[in-house]
């Protein structure tokens, strides 16, 4: 008898710019002759996901690869209520460019991972507008405002299902692959400190050391300190990393794919090439795993 090819679920993870690596592992994952039949995200990947899933992964990604640093701060729309974004320009740049579908009428099975901000549990996207999925998805805490959704404040999915293995099960995936972006990262922008950068002030200090002048009582202390942002970032990704090994020990995935990219900061979105090369790369060192998937 001919053997049934098992349903095939693709797991995106999320990891803010880390995930354009998503689209590399998707193009490599198709080059060696395996296509999932579902796909479901969270926060990043969830975007990567339903650009997948609405057949638009070609636009999307020519999209990521002209995005310049310019680009980046110009989706920038700030305010101080609920976030530092409220990320309607990034929106509205999606429902002018995409054809914002509703879920349900995708021609591939997706769904989104959000956190209801009252409740603390996990809520699951699997209707509706596409683009209004992905944006509660990626509601990170601090950085984005919450979407109001059904009576509930919805924030980032990566508070509670970072790698959504679980919702990909439950959509009806037989087999599932993984894609988790946080296998390297906790303390790497906290170790490239001392190295990479000079505190706040440091080119006047190294002058007053020159010039005889005193080092104040507990300076060096606050010269060593890691900035805002630095400690946002690691604090992230050790949440991240620490739910992700718990959730994945409780439901293993059939195949699990982990980019190196460490060395990509919370805001590098203008690094999508770099990115997409090094999920590409991922997926080749992980070939011992993807026979069992081959169609």
């Known amino acids: 008898m001919e053997q049934r090819k098992p349903r095939i679920g693709l797991a995106l993870g999320g990891g803010s710019a880390r995930g354009w690596a998503h689209v590399g592992v998707i193009r490599a994952l198709e080059e060696a002759g395996v296509r999932p039949d579902l796909v479901c995200g969270t926060s990043v990947g969830a975007m990567v ?11 999307f990604e020519q999209w990521l690869r002209d995005m310049s640093l310019r680009d980046v701060f110009s989706f920038m729309d700030v305010t101080l209520n609920g976030g530092m ?10 429902r002018r460019t995409f054809v914002d579908r509703p879920i349900e009428d995708l021609p591939m099975p997706f ?28 509601a990170m805490p601090l950085l984005f405002t919450p979407v109001l959704h059904q009576g509930a404040f919805l924030v980032d999915g990566g508070l509670v299902n970072p790698v959504p293995v679980s919702l990909a099960r439950a959509m ?8 988790d972006l946080s296998t390297d990262i906790v303390g790497h922008r906290l170790r490239e400190i001392p190295e990479e950068r000079e505190p706040s002030g440091g080119w006047l200090r190294r002058l007053q050391e020159r010039l005889g002048f005193p080092r104040k009582n507990g300076e060096e202390q606050a010269a060593a300190l890691p900035s805002v942002l ?27 794919i982990a980019p190196r990219l460490a060395h990509f900061g919370l805001f590098d979105f203008h690094r999508a090439q770099e990115a997409i090369e090094a999920g590409r790369h991922s997926v080749a060192v992980s070939q011992h795993g993807l026979h069992v998937v081959q169609a």
């Open 111 to 138: 769904a989104a991972v959000a956190t209801s901000l009252q409740a603390g549990t996990e809520v699951w996207l699997r209707e509706g507008s596409t683009v209004d999925a992905v944006r509660a998805s990626i």
């Open 49 to 59: 996901g339903a650009a997948y899933a609405a057949g638009e992964l070609d636009r």
């Open 85 to 94: 974004l409220k990320g309607d320009r990034l929106m509205d740049f999606f």
């Open 172 to 179: 009806g995936a037989e087999l599932v692959i993984a894609v």
């Open 230 to 256: 630095d400690v946002l970032a690691s604090s992230i990704n050790i949440m991240q990393v620490r739910i992700t090994r718990s959730r994945m020990a409780g439901d293993p995935p059939d195949v699990i």
